[in-house]
């Protein structure tokens, strides 16, 4: 009767690989069903429970899939490449190719541990040479259709690492690794002209079942606007200033305007007298990371360049300030401020007295401004335009500046290129060779993979070139054109574009023709449910679309979109210590605005006394020294258990703390099932849909329509992934059958209908199965299934037993109730008499009396009224 998880879950993860119960194969006559977790970076000694949060509950997903009747296919493998692996590898003075293959071997023993139905027949690996020799066959194609381009641009860059760093490691401005300033360094970068593509995927998310959520987080990132150029004069010069606006209506308040301090014209409008202030600021927006120049909550800084430009629709003298508020990754680089009806104007006309004018009203009248009305109104002070509606004056300006030549009407995209390249070692190299005579040549196709050397020492080169860079055999070639002399592009991809396309490569792992074969991704693709963190949004679920439309291009795919249905999960939080920061930082910047806490490694914890350490709820991870591991857990309670409290403790997409508490619940509630079904089981009969009883009594009708009712809803929730009460109407069900059949001594009661209990238990151990299936197999053999319980059938619902067959109807005297009948659904009212003048109490009370009318109200009440 005891539940031996160790020796039950042991038994059926051997069995489960010897067997290779999860291995897919292509069948065409089969429904096939694409279920895929974004695959993790294997960066981290090991998993812990927050990532089981979308492993699990998408796991118990595939199984019920399969007992519907599907082919699933579901792989897992690893995003190796890239600075995840690198930095870790880094910190531990490991080279990454010993070490990723080391994480990724712990990552699967703990998936596997966990009761993961991976087909591991299908495993990848981003960083092997037969998978990255087709990341760069994608990058000829980009090449070659114009889509992948070489240009000089800035990058984050260390001056005492000396090194480039991803903006994702430039923390406040300062290197993550040594706390110095960041500059930025103008280099030579690989870009993907994603751009092209904008219309297309911002058009196509309508096709998309995602949640609205993130399919406005990728149009906000896209940033498609309508509105109109304005060429401003630059006085005393033939140079003119190019603005983007979306509010052409509001050109008659524009009093200065704002460029980015890395706008090309600044060093030609600079005034000498104002040269050393403007070339001071500039060099202080370098150091500062475009998160930080974008915050909101920063006070605005600026400097005047002492230019000014001539607004082209009153012919007034604005001056021309430079402020990091402005970026030259978005519209042009230059800002026509408009401080009476914009915020941010608002706020640096005011710290700098620049004038404010009203040029929009809500009502037609003019006021005082003490705040900026961004809202559209009607104009004022805007020439013979006022009296507009913001939107006629926007109809009207367009055509007038055109006529002009001082503006035109035009579309802008807030996305920009993605910047592909990496001075870093470990990456897929760029499959460019650089000639003197040819220029840029691309590597032939049948030279590919071109190999990642395997070197010692992978440190960054400290000149912001690749390591790759002081490897002569690796950078010293002959060009593919004409047989010179050549250099081996040094720069490697990052990361994320492994990831942008291995999705296909799961559909035809094996294939070394080609990246799959066309059978195969026609099969199989596209991803029906893909599962993952909502962080990707404006990333790798962009590129990975953007990918997919190329080659849809290209006639390789035959759809254009790669994920069809998109679930993002929830963290696991973990209570994690951490401190207060300073009050003022050595650099004189308060940052209690910024942050309030700031989470202590372990390493650091030994350094401040206890009063000190603030404890607060925050995601798992290793850094944070919160990790609870799925191993442990899963050796004290059993991987089922770990499972059930997974998918039990909270809505798939919601955060949710951490608690051991709510695994002991998820142990008991597991062990409960065991225990019954351990007493049931002698009762079973495989025929017993034959030998269910034509009458029953209350107690078994009440069960089976609550197994039948339970069954309905539990198919429903897992197919929208609502796992926390379908698990919940499983121990609601669990409840009424011990109700119904307790347990006496390890055995039930023998006056039980066998036909019953065997129904009881065959639905409870399949409705069970993809929530805790190491006990859902060991149930089934136990019941004598012969192949695994995926290959059985999800059991149907009868809708005959979901309703109530039955009803209690109240019985009043003189307006009390006295009884209650159970009589059928929809009785008739002269059957309820009958049925009522045999009560023995009513009979009693009406003993002698004379009954003066009843009114019956179906399936509710019978009222006598008597004398």
Known sequence: MNYNFTEI??????????KQTFRTILDGQKKKYYCLEMFPYPSGSGLHVGHLKNYVPTDAFCRFKSMQGYNVLHPMGWDAFGQPAENEAIRLGRNPRQMVPEYAATYRETLIKTGCSYDWQREINSSLPDYYKWTQWIFLLLHRKGLAYRATAPINWCPSCKTGLANEEVKDGRCWRCDAPVEKKPMPQWFFRITAYADRLLADLEKLNWSEGMKEMQRDWIGRSEGTEVDFALKDSNLIIRVFTTRPDTLFGATFMVLAPEHPLVSQITAPKRRSEVEAYIRKAQGESEIDR??????????????????????????????DYVLMSYGTGAVMCVPGHDDRDFEFARKFDLPI??????DGSTYELKTAEAAEGIAVNSGVWSGLSSSAFKKAIGPWLEEKGLGRPTINYRLRDWLISRQRYWGAPIPIVHCSGCGEVAV??????????????????????SPLALIPEFVQTVCPKCGGAARRETDTMGGYACSSWYFLRFADVGNDKFFASRSALDYWLPVDLYTGGIEHARSHLLYARFWTKVLFD???LGFEEPFLTLRNQGSLLAMTPGRRPRPQDEHGENDEKIVDWIVLKHEEREQYPADQIVWRWARMSKSKGNVVTPDDMAERYGADSLRVYEMFVAPFEDNVHWSEEGIHGSHRFITRVWRWLQAALPLYRREWRDELPMEMSPAERGVRRKLHQTLRKVGAQIETFQFNTAVAAIMELLNEIYAYALPEKDSLPENLNPAIISELAETLILMMAPFAPHMGEELWQQLGGTDSVYRAPWPDFDPDQIFEKTVDVMIQVNGKIKDKISVALDCGEEDVKREAMKCEKIKHLLAGRQIVKMIFVKNKMLSIVCK
């Open 444 to 465: 032939p196709e049948a030279q590919l993979p071109v190999l990642l050397p395997d070197v010692e020492n992978y440190q960054p080169s400290g000149t912001g070139e």
């Open 294 to 323: 974008l915050n909101i909550s920063r006070s605005k800084t600026g400097v005047f360049t002492g230019a000014y430009a001539i607004n082209p629709v009153n012919g007034n003298k604005i001056p021309v300030w430079l402020a």
């Open 357 to 362: 004018v009203q040029v929009v009203s809500r």
């Open 554 to 556: 290209e006639g390789l």
């Open 9 to 18: 879950e042991a038994k059926w993860q051997r069995l489960w690989q010897e």
